[in-house]
């Protein structure tokens, strides 16, 4: 009997010896492979600029690559950008509400699915000295303007249009972007300008300002992240993900900004040394322009004041329905 117990008790010894060396070290479990992260041609419409912070702060925080995004910024400063985002050649820009309506009116299927600018940053500057406060002392002044088209010229347009000022009670001179240097040396009275450019250079510079901002007369709607129709309908994920990761770094962007200024001088070296605190003035001024309650959100009042004064002024033929011109469905980040 003893031994019978004996070789039970060897015989299921030798049962638990083989069982844990079954269970002794093994291969760790394969790691999921993860698909390649889908690559993004973003197009800027400008150079690399400070202004384009919340895009260099999503890249460093690494928000584009938990969207499984890789972003390549480019800078081609393409001036059909809209044609190229509705022919399908581009899926995602940067671009202004008025493009957006422009690009509409010709049948190109573009939608804007991101407000980055919660004001339109197009105003008038002059030299304190010939005191021009409001839009309408500039009749009769000689005002210089980069091009008659382009945001610029579009602000300028519905500047005069809210007062009331007909064109032909102005002299309009196209001066190329030499706005500051036009005002200092005094070839004309006031110029218009983008509002976070040349004001900034010109107070840094210790001139003492006016400054007409187009958003004070007009509710325009301004740049923003635009797609085509076919990535909203087939790679709607695709979208909500760069919307997520931009959304991210704007509002980091604005929380932080003196971490978002260090990030801009990896992307933008030349902001640093003699640069710095002409450039660090440039995005805080930029924020401001930034800021709101609810960033990303898009106003259907300021759609619809916008189509309609670009038909007031001859700029399309008939306006297109609104729902077409911009979304909310991937502004879903709570606010």
Avoid at 82 to 93: C, D, M, P
Avoid at 321 to 329: G, H, P, R, S, W
């Amino acid at each position: 009997m003893r031994k019978t117990v004996r070789s039970i008790l060897n015989s299921l010894l030798c049962l638990v010896i083989v069982a844990l060396a079954g269970c002794g070290p093994s291969q760790p479990p394969a790691t999921p492979t993860l698909p390649a992260p889908e690559e993004i041609t973003l197009a800027m419409g400008f150079i690399p600029n400070v202004q384009f912070a919340p895009f260099y702060v999503a890249e460093d925080k690494g928000y584009f690559a938990e969207e499984n995004l890789a972003i390549n910024f480019d800078y081609g400063m393409e001036t059909d950008l809209l044609k190229l985002v509705g022919a399908g050649e581009l899926r995602f820009a940067v671009a202004s509400g008025d493009q957006v309506i422009l690009a509409r009116a010709q049948g190109l299927p573009v939608t804007y699915i991101l407000n980055w600018y919660r004001r339109f940053p197009v105003c008038v500057v002059s030299l304190q000295e010939k005191d021009i406060t409001g839009a309408k002392d500039l009749v009769g002044k000689r005002v210089g303007t980069p091009a008659t088209e382009g945001a610029s010229y579009i602000g300028w347009r519905a500047l005069l249009h809210a007062e009331g000022i007909d064109e032909a009670q102005v002299n309009l001179q196209v001066i190329g972007y030499t706005q500051v240097a036009s005002l200092t040396e005094g070839r004309v009275d006031a110029a218009v300008c983008y509002a976070l450019n040349e004001p900034v250079q010109l107070s840094q510079a210790g001139y003492s300002i006016n400054v007409i901002y187009v958003d004070d007369y007009a509710n325009l709607v301004s740049n923003g992240l635009i797609t085509n129709e076919q990535t909203i309908a087939e790679q709607p994920e695709l979208a909500q993900g760069l919307v997520r990761a931009v959304l991210r770094g704007l509002r980091y962007t604005i929380e932080h900004p003196d971490e978002a200024f260090a990030i801009c001088k990896e992307h933008v070296p030349e902001i640093a040394g003699d640069n710095e605190s002409l450039q660090k003035a440039v995005l805080l001024e930029s924020i401001k322009f930034w800021q709101g309650e609810r960033l990303g959100y898009s106003d259907r009042a300021a759609w619809e004041e916008s189509q309609r004064f670009m038909r007031q002024i001859g700029l399309i033929d008939a306006e297109v329905d609104v729902e077409k011109l911009f979304t909310n469905q991937f502004v879903v980040e709570p606010q």
